[in-house]
């Protein structure tokens, strides 16, 4: 997977299917920068 970028406002605002928020937090544990932009977003 990529950035996660304008799926990270999906995943705070719950629209994404549980299959992409599994795919989305796996990606979260691996990647600073997502994380970084997640919690900036927040």
Not at 2 to 26: F, R
């Amino acid at each position: 997977m990529n950035h996660l970028g304008p799926l990270i406002s999906a995943l705070l605002d719950g629209e994404l299917s549980p299959a992409e928020v599994a795919e989305a937090d796996a990606h979260l544990l691996t990647c600073d920068r997502c994380r970084a932009e997640l919690d900036d977003t927040k």
